[in-house]
């Protein structure tokens, strides 16, 4: 017998949560139901965690950009502090309590288990808690993403590191391989180079960060190569094995890599294909799910958050959550927008990035100009002088006059990237950008420098 309530959602990530608690709180009767910890990746695994490791990465940085600048330093490194936080203040020992007491408190009810679609309207729950609902008003699906493991012989034998070991990691490996440099990739990398591991990224394509500006992949390489990291950008991994104490990669071409851990940050896949899917026609082995402008994905099922492919970021997740909690509620808004994505990958220098790329643009309007200015070059980044790398390139819709996207790499660089993402949203026109104080001498001023480029571009 199938229990009555309001409203299922199935996956408590950042967007699921979201959604449930919202929900909950306009005094719906909410069940959100979770396999593993309420919140998922983001505060446990990924975003919070990795950015406490960044932060610790970048003050060490800091401290060996003394010498001089400032005097001197004896900088010398320690995990202990790191894991620690992670531990206490972030995960709570990777505890949701706090995150699970937050929900019911709201008068949500949580279910903990595996939860599927059972034909339309219906969730069947796998676990002690479990159950079948019947969801009155709708369901969302909400369960995130894996990591998706290439298929590279032996990998799936050896007991690699995702991104899961990596940020519960108790001390620094001596050594490590990253395969994959994409966000994860990179991220991570850096970190724990500056803890003293013995890094090498081994990325397929020929450069870092494949889905921004080239410009920013290059920079991104040479900046960790100075900081003594061994890449391998446009090879690709023919094998993999572990003895007992070290990883090899074989490379094409011959090459093998050694170390103590090896990290596999080759992208993600959304988690769609024990969901039940075809119990209501969907298709479990899709990339993602197709929603509307409103999230829907069919009458009364709505999905948010890394499932719907926008883009795997708790932002997205959580701006998708809010256009699902107003369609559920029928509450007016806008529809889901997405030209002014923005991404932030939190390298030193970091990468602030916004809208579509040069090569995208090109693929989608039939005059794009770009203009380009090197922070170095800025007075502030003249100024900044240790640490100072990046630019800031603008992506100019010609025929309109506005901008279609901007990438702002540097210190700082995804906080001085907020202001172009506001010009992108809103569609400033160029030429009132290029009439505006920027204030001296800030980071945000090679704005300034990289419109009167463009304004020489042809
Ligand atoms: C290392 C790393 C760093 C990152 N850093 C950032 C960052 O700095 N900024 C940023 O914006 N994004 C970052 N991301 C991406 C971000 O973590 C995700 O985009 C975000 O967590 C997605 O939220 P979600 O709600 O869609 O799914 P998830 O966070 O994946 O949560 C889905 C939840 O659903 C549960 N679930 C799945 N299937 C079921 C089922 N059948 N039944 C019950 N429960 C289920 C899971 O257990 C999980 O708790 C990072 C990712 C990684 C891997
Ligand atoms: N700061 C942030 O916001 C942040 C940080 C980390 C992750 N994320 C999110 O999580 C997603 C997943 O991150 P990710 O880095 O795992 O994925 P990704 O898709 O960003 O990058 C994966 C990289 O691995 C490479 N690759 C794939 N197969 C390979 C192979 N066989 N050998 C070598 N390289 C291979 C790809 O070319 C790509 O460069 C990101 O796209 C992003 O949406 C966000």
Redesign the pocket.
């Known amino acids: 017998m199938a229990e009555q309530v309001d409203v299922v959602v199935i996956g408590m990530g950042p967007g699921g949560e979201h959604v449930a608690g919202r929900l909950a709180d306009a005094g719906l009767g909410v069940v959100g139901v979770e396999a593993e910890l309420v919140g998922g990746e983001c505060p446990y695994w ?2 919070v965690p ?1 950015k406490m490791m960044i932060r610790a990465g970048n003050l060490l940085a800091e401290a060996r950009r003394v010498p001089g600048m400032a005097g001197t330093t004896d900088v010398r490194a320690d995990w202990a502090p790191v894991a620690a936080r992670i531990r206490d203040d972030a995960t709570d020992d990777w505890n949701d309590q706090v995150a699970a007491d937050r929900f019911t408190g709201k008068g949500g009810r949580l279910v903990r288990g595996h939860g599927r679609l059972a034909g339309p309207g219906r969730v069947a729950v796998e676990g002690e808690q479990g159950g079948v609902f019947e969801a009155r008003h709708g369901i969302v699906l909400a369960t995130g993403s894996h ?2 493991v ?1 298929p ?1 012989p032996g990998l799936e034998t050896v007991p690699y590191w995702t ?1 899961r070991e990596a940020v519960a990691a108790k001390e620094p490996p001596r050594s490590l391989l990253v ?7 990179v ?1 991570l990398a850096q970190t724990f180079a500056r803890f003293g591991t013995q890094v090498t990224v ?4 020929d450069r ?4 921004e500006e080239p410009e920013a992949g290059a920079l991104l390489e040479r900046v960790l190569r100075a900081e003594g990291l061994t890449m391998r950008t446009g ?3 023919t094998g993999a094995r572990h003895d007992g104490d070290a990883f090899t990669l074989a490379l094409d071409g011959g090459e093998e890599l050694t170390a103590q851990q090896l990290l596999v ?4 896949r959304a988690a769609l294909a024990d969901l039940g899917l075809e119990t209501i026609g969907l298709d479990p082995r899709a990339r993602s799910l197709r929603t509307d402008g409103r999230m829907r994905v069919a009458p009364g099922l709505w999905a948010v958050g890394d499932v719907t492919g926008h ?3 708790t932002h997205v997740a959580m701006y998708e959550a809010e256009i699902a909690v107003r369609t559920v509620l029928g509450e007016p808004g806008p529809e889901a927008d997405y030209r002014a994505l923005p ?4 390298t030193d220098p970091e990468v602030g990035a916004v809208g579509l790329t040069e090569q995208q643009a090109r693929q989608k309007m039939p005059r794009v100009r770009t203009g380009t200015a090197s922070l170095p070059s800025s007075a502030r980044g003249w100024i900044h002088k240790a640490g100072n790398e990046g630019f800031v390139k603008l992506v100019e819709d010609a025929d309109r006059g506005v901008l279609a996207g901007a990438t702002v790499a540097g210190p700082v660089g995804g906080e001085v990237m907020y202001g172009l993402a506001v010009a992108v949203q809103a569609q400033v026109p160029v030429e009132t950008l290029r009439h505006m104080i920027h204030a001296y001498p800030t980071f945000h001023r090679a704005v300034e420098d990289a419109l009167r480029a463009l304004e020489l571009a042809s």
Not at 265 to 268: D, E, H, N, V, Y
Not at 343 to 346: E, K, L
């Open positions: 990924a975003c990795s990591p998706q290439p590279v991104n395969l994959g440099g994409g966000a994860v990739g991220e081994v990325e397929a394509l870092l960060l494949p889905a090879a690709r991994a940050a080759t992208g993600r883009g795997a970021f991404r932030v990958t939190f």
